[in-house]
């Protein structure tokens, strides 16, 4: 600890060039947690629903299924229960589409037994399926749009179009428990699909059949066996896991996770190099100083100590900055015009601490292994060797 002084004066010494270091190191922390989390509530939502299965319309998902489907989808063997679920596309104003926010018609009583996640108290759940009119909304939403229970809103849909605004009473605000369930998204709003088939004065036919099954296991089989049933029919089906369904659907289609690790790679490694040549700079122009040292008595292994720890610090002070950066980016998204719409429609997403610890680690890491070739050149470089090059 004594040595600790010693260190911060030479990060004094030159101090824009200390700062500069240090902001690279932050910027690679920042991006390393930024990307991971968002990686990670992604994932998280990914792995929930295990039991769950989403059956569709096998030509796109913008065609509808027809009504009758779910008594027969109900009695496959293994199958716990179903419910119908279709995106409505509401709008709050009808000239504005960046209005649009994620909402469902579902069936109620069933949805709500195969999706814990969406918490509400049982006099919620109550006030909920006895209004048909009723609404959930998450909690991120309601914060949003200053919306609180017992509110009525408007809603237009750009796929049910009827003419008038569809109107809804919040029955309640639902809270999710991240920590059981990562990634719920906190801004969507749930309504009863009877109200849909009320309003739109017909049967709106079905979008997705949500499907509960008893064993997860056995998610292959029995999703084969769905298919199967309507193979010869007009509107064959394709059922999946909630997990491929959201994986095909959302914005982790394709490479997106091998994408995002990439850039922090090529960030880190290039970061890396800026790091390792900017502390060979800084040990250069002390040339004369260390030769003093160790006339003076210092060891090399004392000052290999001090080199390395004076990179590991300025990695530390980097990546706390990087941490600070990104726990703000994540809070202030939301509401920023254009991206902010885009990043409320993802799960909501938290630093976790095990990526926090990591993007520490990290960025010290990253300031060890840039000052590990100039103090090794401290280490073995001799005394008359130093003074001589002054």
């Known amino acids: 600890m004594k040595w600790i002084p010693f260190v911060l ?4 010494q030159n101090w824009i060039r200390t700062a500069s270091t240090a902001a690279g ?23 929930q629903g295990a039991a ?3 059956t569709r319309n096998n030509f796109s998902s913008f065609y509808s299924l027809p009504n009758a489907y779910e008594e027969r989808v109900a009695a496959v063997a293994g199958v716990k229960r179903v419910a119908a679920a279709n995106y409505f596309g509401g709008m709050r104003d009808v000239n504005n589409p ?18 814990p996640e969406y918490g509400l108290t049982d006099a919620e759940k109550k006030a909920y399926l006895g209004d048909q009119h009723g609404c959930i909304v998450g909690r991120a939403l309601a914060e949003q749009f200053n919306w609180k229970a017992g509110d009525t809103i408007q809603l237009t849909s750009n796929i049910y179009r009827t003419g008038r605004p569809f109107e809804f ?32 004065g017909r049967k709106a036919g079905v979008r997705t059949f949500r499907v ?21 029919s007009d509107a064959q089906t394709h059922t999946e896991t909630e997990a491929q369904y959201r994986a095909n659907t959302g914005v982790l289609g394709g ?15 290039t970061l890396l190099l800026v790091t390792a040549n900017t502390m060979s700079m800084a040990v250069r122009e002390r040339r004369t100083e260390i030769g003093v040292l160790k006339t003076l008595g210092f060891s090399g292994r004392l000052v290999l100590g001090l080199i390395l720890a004076e990179g590991v610090l300025l990695g530390a002070c980097g990546a706390a900055v990087g941490l600070l950066l990104g726990r703000f980016l994540i809070d202030v ?20 601490p095990v990526i926090a610890a990591a993007g520490i680690l990290i960025g010290m890491s990253l300031g060890l292994v840039a000052g590990l070739f100039p103090s090794v050149f401290a280490y073995r470089a001799r005394i008359t060797e130093l003074l001589r090059q002054t």
Do not use: W
Not at 342 to 349: I, Y
């Open 169 to 200: 009473v919040i029955s309640a605000i639902y809270q999710t428990d991240q920590g059981r369930y990562p990634g719920t998204n906190e801004s969507t709003l749930f309504f009863h699909y009877k109200y849909l088939d009320e309003a739109t």
């Open 9 to 12: 004066k030479h990060f004094r």
């Open 98 to 115: 960046d209005s649009e926010f994620a909402n469902f018609a579902v069936e109620a009583e069933n949805f709500l037994a195969m999706y």
């Open 333 to 352: 998204l939301p509401d920023v015009p254009v991206i902010g719409e885009l990043v409320r429609g993802f799960p909501k997403m938290n630093v976790p």
């Open 255 to 269: 490479n997106l996770v091998l994408l995002l690790n990439g850039i922090g790679l090529a960030v880190m490694f």
């Open 212 to 232: 509960e099954i008893a064993d997860p296991q056995q998610a292959g089989v029995i999703s084969h066996a769905i298919d199967d049933l309507f193979e010869n």
């Open 25 to 47: 190191i932050a910027v690679c922390i920042f991006l390393f947690c930024t990307l991971q989390t968002f990686v990670a509530s992604l994932h998280g939502s990914l792995n």
């Open 52 to 54: 769950r299965l989403i």
